[in-house]
């Protein structure tokens, strides 16, 4: 967001509250017990917002970050955090000189990039710290098993590469029987005893959230776990884990009241005509906000700690929810996302409505809604 944006007013505000995440870090760094923590901070921080998330996960004690470009390690960078950050994804080639300047951990998975990194670190008379991905069956990047090793002894061979970790990822692994991750976990451990390993002081990573929930094992000498830190934990998850909370809270202010008479199309298409005369509420975020379309006629708001449905298309900016019978007024607070008195609205909740997933849902709200860290 542009510095300062968030003092002038606006009729809807995201608020995070740091205490909870900085929380659900502590539960997370208590359940893996002595493994380092990285807390992935890509898409913005899984829309929590980079900066500020970054911030408060390194006071609460995380060991690195990761990102999944260079330009997001650069905004760290430049918002003066000083912690490493390891870039997941490939590298392109216009991007080394900029990567190994900025001191980001470069995710290395074939000769030919491995060849390209120590080719400019050679010109720049630099070193690069590197991470060796290996690909246990999510086919996206990572050297397979079989060429990792011959990849390591290149990179070890290398004056230019310091050797920081070996990781691969895993492709399923939100529930503890999960037998893709097991083979993965199995797989991973079984390269990782090849001699070329013994007495190299290497990081070994596989466990994203549900690995780190599930997967003890998997646990090694660092965990990655995103979608848990920012305060979802599956329903299988342990007894550790159970104080996980979310953080985000989306609100706005009722910005229009009206009585509407039965048989009254509302919104784009009318695709909700009034069954009986209702009262019916405008509420100003729509899909331009990342409040996604889909919910139309779906999703639930909180006004006055009741539950009331959105009726009609949700619009660019507004969209419109009937209150019935219900009591509201213009500027009354209206929980999008959260709790409000004894009731909330889950994000995944509206993540089934909308035949998404969570982490779609956070990662799509953008920069014109004001986000409110409350520390
Ligand atoms: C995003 C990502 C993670 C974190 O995944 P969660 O499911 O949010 O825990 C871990 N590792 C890699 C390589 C990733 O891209």
Redesign the pocket.
Known sequence: MIQGMDLYPHPAKIEIDLQQFKKNIGIIRKHIGKAKFCL?V?ANA?GHGLIEMSKAAVEAGVDSL?V?CLLEGIWLRKAGIPTPILV??AIHEDQVEDLIDWDLEVAIASKYKSELVADICRRLGKKCRVHLEVDTGMQRTGVRPATGVELFRHLKAHPFFEIVGI?S?LASAEHPNDLIAQKQIDQFIEFLKHPVFRDYPIVRHIA???G?AHFPHSHLDMV?????AFGFADSHAPDSLREIAPCFTLKAKVSYFKVVPKGSGISYGHTFVTPKQTRVVTIPVGYGDGYRRSLSNKGSVLIRGKKYPIVGTICMDQFMVDIGDGEAYVGDEVVLIGKQGNESVDLRELARLSDSIV?EILCLFNERIPRIYKS
Not at 224 to 228: A, S, V
């Open positions: 992935p890509k899984y990761a999944s997941f994804g990781y990822h994203n959230s549900g780190t990655r776990p995103g979608i848990l982490y």
